[in-house]
Structures are given as structure tokens and as C-alpha cells.
């Protein structure tokens, strides 16, 4: 069950007391350690007095404190007609050369860092909410026994029993390489604890003995997609067709009827049985073991129903190519780039993996140096090793879709488009470096 | 000011409303063909008997400013004359969907369950669901309704027992002995509600008639429908027969004036001069079954089908990518991922040119797949 703890206070720098206190306590109460409880407290004291003194004549500003039991969050809705949060890209320089004044606001960039992720809804109009998260810290995964012998007959059922999860999650991180795993396998504990959120919804498949022989899990993505990683088979080879097989027809049988148009992964395993999904195209994963083609595969729960689209002029013939391989109705819009970006400074959300050295980049807000903005961001991630950058936009939104020409410009180019994965489809960008 | 969302009940914010399939002239259009062969909800090729379209064409226009009979007098009196019960034991509705509404909220509160296949009409299910109503669902086995399993799945909470005999979408169904045995080790604990909307195609002796079978058992409700061996789908006309108290319950809970009058006019003509449409029908679905079985075979395609007018077939694509490629040609089958059959389509038996539309289309969708 989250804790939620919700506080609407006037926009002066006393009050951030009361939020911190607020944000420790919460952060405190759902077990997270004193680090992590001190970085939840600044990121929300950060983003409480930038808002503060920079939004002249603000209303109050309305915080909402959610604890989960692996994370905890805060978000902050506030209104903004010109606020500049160019500083929370990840690319901005963590100690601002300089006149601190004439820099970035110290600030943001401070609250940018502090947080494990963050990003901003627009709710219309120059009414915001941004969200920043902080994780629990959990240990590594213990070496799983790979001596038990599993054996016929399997069973797949839907499975939320902690203990079974972090032993599969185990498992799993151990057989398989990391751009196959989400990221939480590799501290199983975790994965269990997104699990009792609601975060995660698994399929097991079990063997005679009740040790688990196959993994399945999947996560919301967007309004209308589920995200799978799996199957994950630890049953011998001989059975694995079969196991993976289970997995997957308990799997599809359980979001049949889901709220859901759409399941996709893209990191489904060479274990994933043929037949099932189709192929929309692959990237290109660099590891320090060399470079893989990763296929993306998807599938309707349902009839496609058809959508609208938009596209930038450079990248019409690429969506058309797309659509018209996957036999699907889409009414394609020209997407233009806005004569005068409202912003200066474009915004975009950036979610690093470690362990399998991607970045995912997401637009937040359009700004007139986007191009710009995008190579330093891949200048900044792949100075920190990061090998694998992409870019999602979500082409129900025309501004975003016509950020591809920028995008193009600044190294990227279209893989794929994932039907149904954000808002609308979405569609996928590399950079050229990575490839 | 209370936010609207705040108001709603959980169980209706967690479910999801169904998106049904376009205007066939959207789907055209979406999908670049003149024609679209509509092979998808096991429709009544051969459309509504004769005297049913005679109904309908002298049903005065004038009429349609005078509210339809509320409780469908004619039309249950002509049920009556057709199966030889009272008229009082029969309930009338918007197809059968407002049937099953109607018995899920006579029988249903909070904290109670209905049980029933997990790969079956899907109706139950959702009116459960969106009703609050805790479904159990029961395995099929080999491709039928299980009866051993559904017994166990029964507690003291159950108040319904959804029985699709034949099963729709594997066709599957119970015979005479199977149900008899059923209905005798449930004794009464539950409603069964026994949904024959495919019953006017089954031709075997061994197929259990409900008409009977509700004289014998006072708990069981039969479910039929106008919409598919009598090709009134469009006119949205449905029933269910029991015992008059029994279906005095259901009528408690069920909206009068919910069938319109050409509905009620053309089923009442249905009824009493449906008969050579009857087996012109089926003549038509036991050829097109042959035919269609024999296409699957030289594709190497596994398929089921029993009674009802419909076969279901695995493919060895996405039925969802299927689906796209067939539209593409102008063919609109079923998908079945929605039945929790991935990976297999199901398809209504209609007359021989459109059988070879359809096979002609589903040769060049997998070539090469």
C-alpha cells in the first residue's frame, strides 16, 4: 500500500522546512537508508525553493509525497508560463563554471542530480508537475544454486510470491545477459518488492518440485502497452521449448482481456517461442563482449483500431515504409517544427542502465536548442561509458514528432516504431555513435 | 468539488470498456478495399428468414412514433406456441447480452461469484466484472467446457453457472448425458444458466434440448437468441425461458421497452415460418465446415470446431497481424486473443464464394510467413 502524503503551501523559501521534514519522514517510514532519505530531502527542498523564487506571484504550490515500498516520489505541480528547467538535463555541467547568477540555478541542477530520475507532465496550459524519485538501495544478488536438477511436469500460473520472484529474478541475472534482464533483477529484492507494488506482474512456470523452471514478467508502459522481459528458461534444454511456450500462453492468456491494445519487448530472449509476436525491427546493443542485434517484438491483444500520427517531413517515408510492412492504418500527419520555440531551453527526461550501458532519452519540453541539447547529451553520456543512446517520441504529440528532424541532425537515426507504447506509437532513434 | 473519477467504483475503474470494430466503410476506407466480407461474428450469411422480411418490409413507418409493446406480448406468445410452455416463461431482451445482465443482477450482490469457462463467450465475464461480481473461470479440456472442474469451482458464494453449449468459439459441446449428470451432482446450488445461442445448429440426436431440460431442472435458465441461425442481429432480439419463477425474479431487474418493435415483428415471423431457413442454413454451414476443414488440413493448420456456425483454426502468425493482412484483402475474421486463444482465428460459415475468398486471402497472407 503507498503512503501518501499530499501538502499544498504558499511559495515562500520558510515552508520548504515543513516539506523536508514531510519528504524525511516518509522516506524514513518506507526503509530507505539515511543517503537515500537525505537525497529525497534535497531534491524536494531544491525543487520547493527554485519554484519559489522564481515563479513571481505563484499560487500555492501543491506537493504530493507517494512512498512505494521500493521507492519513494514526490510531485510537485506548479504553474509556469516562461520557467526555464533547461538545468535538470542530464547533460548540464554538475559544478556550473563562473558567475553563479549568470549559470544554471544551482538549484535545479542540484535537484537534477540528487534524484534518480525524474520528469515533468504538462497538464495544459503552463500548469506543470514534475516528479522526481529516489530508489531504495538493495544488495546484489546472491549466486543462485545451479546445481538443483529441475524436472517435468511444468505448470505456469501467474506468481507473486516474494520469495519465488527474487529466487527467479536470481536466477534469471544469473543465465541471462543483462540487456535481457530489467534492471531490478539484478538486486532481486527489489524486483519482489516492484512486484507487491503492482509494478511488475510475473508468470512462473514451476517444475515437479515446485522450484521455479521459467520467468515472465511485464510492466506497464504507457497508456496502452505492456512491456515483457523474459521468458527467462531455467529448465534443461530439452524441456525448454516447452517451458517457454507455458510462459508465454499463460502469459497472453492473463492480459487477454487487459487493459492493454498492445504487449512489446525489447529485450524479449532468444528463448521466446516463434509465432507469437512480430518482429519490428532490432537496435544495436554494444556490450564490452561485442555488438548484438536485439530484436523488438510485438503484438495486438486486439484489432488494431487504427490511430493518427504525426511525422516530420524527413521522416514520412520512414513511417510510411513501417506501417505499410506491418499492415497497419495510419493516418500520417506532417509534424513542423515550430518557427519559434516557445522555450529557449528544450528539456528531455534521461534514464541510464548501468549495467547494460543504454540511455533512454525522452522529450519533456520543446526549446529551441534542441539540436544542440541532444549532442550534448550524447557527448555527456558517452563520456560516462554510456555505449547505447536512444530516443523515444511518442508521435500522438506534434511537437514531439517534429523533433526528428533536430534528432537526425544530431545523430540519430529511426529503428523502429513500437505501436501503442506511449500515448500513441512511438518511435525509436539510435545514435549513429553506438552503431 | 468531488473529482468524478472519486465517485466511481473500483471495480468499474478497472474495467475496460470494449472497443467494438468500426463502421464497415471506416474499414474500408482504412484499409483500401471496395468490399469487406464479414466472416468475423458468425452473422447469418443467408440473412433473415423470408417471412421475417416480409415483417419487416410492411412494418409502417408511422409506427416508429409509438413506443414497441414493453414485455414483448406477441413474440412471447408466439415462444409459447413454439416450444408449448406459457408464455410468463419466457423474458425478452435487447439480444441476449441484456439477458445476461438482467439474470447477474437478479441473482448477483457484492461478495458473490459466477463460474464459468475461461476460454468462453466473454459476456459473462465482463457483466460480472463490471457489475462487481467475482468470476471464477474454469480451464477448458481438450478444447470443451469441463464439468468435473466447474463442479469443484462452486462454493456456497456461486449463484450462476454459465453453460455455453455449444461452446463458442471451439463449437465444443455437452450431450445429453454429460448435462443430465451435471445438473444432478450441482442439485440446485446454483442457477445454470445454459446459453443455446447456437442450438438451432446442432443437428445431432444426442444434443441436449434446454426446452426440456428446464422442465426437469427448476434452476436452469435457457438463453436464445434471434441474432444468429435466424440472421436478426441487426434488430437486437434475445431471450431466455424457465420456470415462470425463475424468469419472474429476472424480470424484476430487466428494462421494459428494451426490444423495438420491427425486432418483436420480425422475430415473432421468425419463430412461426423459420423453418425452411433453418435448414437452408445449415446446409450451407455443414458445407462451408467441410470445406473450411479441408483448407486448414492441406495448410497444415490445427482447427476445432463442433455445432454453431463457425470454425476456429491456429495460425502460425499473430491472429492480431492475420487479422491486417486479411482486412488488407478485404476479409474480416475474428481474432482470438481476446478468448484467450492466441494465435488462432475463428471464422463464420457462410456460403461457398466467400469460404474461397476467405482461403484464397489466407494462402497469400502466410506465403512465405
Known amino acids: ?435 | 468539488m468531488t473529482r468524478l473519477i472519486d465517485l466511481v467504483p473500483p471495480h468499474v475503474l478497472g474495467f475496460e470498456s470494449y472497443v467494438p470494430s468500426r463502421p464497415d466503410e471506416v474499414l474500408r476506407r482504412q484499409y483500401g478495399v471496395d468490399a469487406l466480407l464479414r466472416l468475423n461474428n458468425n452473422e447469418n450469411a443467408l440473412g433473415p428468414p423470408q417471412a421475417a422480411r416480409e415483417a419487416l418490409a410492411a412494418f409502417p413507418p408511422v409506427q416508429g412514433a409509438v413506443y414497441p409493446n414493453g414485455d414483448c406480448h406477441f413474440l412471447r406468445e408466439a415462444l409459447g406456441r413454439a416450444f408449448g410452455k406459457d408464455p410468463g416463461q419466457f423474458l425478452v431482451g435487447n439480444g441476449s447480452c441484456e439477458v445476461i445482465t438482467s439474470v447477474i443482477k437478479a441473482f448477483c450482490q457484492p461478495g458473490d461469484a459466477i463460474v464459468t469457462a475461461d476460454k468462453t463467450f466473454a459476456v459473462y465475464e465482463w457483466v460480472a466484472a463490471f457489475s462487481g461480481i467475482e468470476t471464477r473461470l474454469v480451464p477448458l479440456k481438450d478444447y470443451a467446457l469441463d464439468p468435473e472442474a466447474m463442479l469443484e469451482a462452486v462454493t456456497e458464494r456461486t449463484k450462476i453457472v454459465f453453460v455455453c453449449n455449444p461452446n463458442n468459439p471451439t463449437g465444443s459441446w455437452w450431450d445429453k448425458a454429460v448435462l443430465e449428470r451435471f445438473l444432478e451432482r450441482l442439485a440446485g446450488r446454483a442457477v445454470v444458466v445454459l446459453d443455446e445461442a447456437y442450438r438451432e445448429f446442432a443437428e445431432s440426436p444426442d444434443f441436449p434440448d434446454g426446452m426440456d431440460v428446464l422442465e426437469r431442472h427448476l434452476n436452469v435458465l435457457v438463453f436464445r437468441t434471434f441474432s444468429k441461425m435466424y440472421g436478426l442481429a441487426a434488430l437486437r432480439v434475445g431471450y431466455l425461458c424457465g420456470a415462470v419463477e425463475s424468469v419472474d425474479f429476472v424480470r424484476r431487474t430487466h428494462l421494459v421497452y428494451s426490444v423495438n418493435a420491427p425486432g418483436q415483428l420480425a422475430a415473432r415471423a421468425a419463430v412461426e415460418d423459420g423453418a425452411a431457413h433453418v435448414k437452408a442454413t445449415r446446409r450451407m454451414v455443414a458445407q462451408a465446415r467441410g470445406y473450411l476443414r479441408g483448407v486448414f488440413d492441406s495448410l497444415g493448420l490445427e482447427h476445432v470446431s463442433g455445432e454453431g456456425n463457425y470454425i476456429m483454426a491456429r495460425v502460425p502468425v499473430p491472429d492480431t497481424l492475420l487479422y491486417r493482412l486479411l482486412m488488407r484483402q478485404g476479409v474480416m475474421v475474428r481474432t482470438m486473443t481476446g478468448f484467450r486463444f492466441p494465435n488462432w482465428i475463428r471464422v463464420t460459415l457462410a456460403e461457398q464464394p466467400a469460404m474461397e475468398a476467405f482461403a484464397a486471402a489466407l494462402r497469400k497472407s502466410l506465403d512465405g510467413r
Not at chain 1, 95 to 113: K, M, T, Y
Not at chain 1, 175 to 186: E, G, L, N, R, T
Not at chain 1, 235 to 261: H, I, K, N, S, Y
Open chain 1, 1 to 435: 500500500m503507498d503512503t501518501i502524503l499530499s501538502l499544498e503551501t504558499p511559495p515562500e523559501i520558510g515552508y520548504a522546512r515543513v516539506l523536508t521534514f514531510a519528504a524525511e519522514t516518509l522516506a524514513r517510514s518506507r526503509g530507505l537508508a539515511a543517503r537515500e532519505q537525505t537525497r529525497f530531502q534535497l531534491a524536494v527542498e531544491e525543487f520547493f525553493t527554485y519554484l519559489a523564487k522564481t515563479v513571481p506571484g505563484h499560487a500555492p504550490i501543491k506537493t504530493v509525497l507517494t512512498g512505494k515500498p521500493y521507492q519513494v516520489c514526490a510531485s510537485i505541480r506548479f504553474k509556469a508560463a516562461n520557467l526555464c528547467l533547461g538545468a535538470l538535463n542530464a547533460c548540464c555541467p554538475a559544478a556550473p563554471a563562473g558567475d553563479l547568477e549568470a549559470g544554471e540555478p544551482l538549484s535545479l541542477i542540484l535537484a537534477g542530480r540528487v534524484a534518480d530520475r525524474f520528469r515533468i507532465d504538462c497538464e495544459g496550459g503552463d500548469a506543470f508537475v514534475l516528479h522526481a524519485e529516489v530508489d531504495k538501495v538493495y544488495p546484489k544478488a546472491d549466486t543462485p544454486d545451479q546445481h538443483i536438477i529441475i524436472r517435468p511436469p511444468y505448470r505456469a500460473a501467474a506468481q507473486d510470491d516474494p520469495g519465488l520472484l527474487v529466487l527467479a529474478a536470481g536466477l534469471a541475472a544469473a543465465s541471462y545477459p543483462a540487456w535481457h534482464c530489467p534492471a531490478s533483477f539484478q538486486t532481486p529484492g527489489k524486483f519482489a518488492d516492484m512486484s507487491q507494488a503492482g509494478r511488475f506482474q510475473s508468470i512462473m512456470a514451476l517444475d515437479a518440485a515446485s522450484h521455479p523452471a521459467g520467468l515472465l514478467c511485464w510492466t506497464r508502459s504507457g497508456d496502452k502497452g505492456l512491456s515483457f522481459s523474459g521468458p527467462f528458461v531455467f529448465a534443461p534444454p530439452e524441456d525448454g521449448a516447452e517451458v517457454a511456450r507455458l510462459l508465454m500462453d499463460a502469459f497472453l492468456a492473463a492480459v487477454a482481456r487487459e487493459t492493454a491494445e498492445i504487449v512489446f519487448s525489447e529485450r524479449a530472449t532468444p528463448d521466446t517461442p516463434p509465432g507469437y509476436f512480430e518482429p519490428l525491427g532490432s537496435l544495436t546493443l554494444h556490450a564490452p563482449g561485442g555488438t548484438i542485434e536485439q530484436p523488438v517484438l510485438y503484438r495486438h491483444l486486439r484489432e488494431d483500431t487504427g490511430e493518427t500520427v504525426w511525422a516530420a517531413p524527413e521522416l514520412a517515408d520512414f513511417l510510411h515504409g513501417a506501417y505499410d510492412r506491418l499492415a497497419m492504418c495510419r493516418n500520417v500527419m506532417t509534424a513542423h517544427p515550430a518557427t519559434s520555440a516557445e522555450r529557449e531551453r528544450s528539456l528531455f527526461s534521461a534514464t541510464v542502465d548501468k549495467y547494460k550501458a543504454t540511455a533512454a532519452l525522452r522529450p519533456l519540453l520543446d526549446g529551441e536548442d534542441t539540436q544542440a541539447n541532444l549532442a550534448a547529451h550524447v557527448g555527456a553520456l558517452s563520456g560516462k561509458g554510456v555505449a547505447n543512446i536512444f530516443l523515444y517520441i511518442d508521435l500522438s504529440r506534434s511537437w514531439e514528432a517534429a523533433l526528428a528532424g533536430a534528432a537526425l541532425r544530431a545523430g540519430f537515426r529511426p529503428r523502429l516504431v513500437l505501436p501503442f507504447a506511449g500515448r500513441s506509437d512511438v518511435l525509436v532513434l539510435q545514435h549513429d555513435q553506438a552503431d
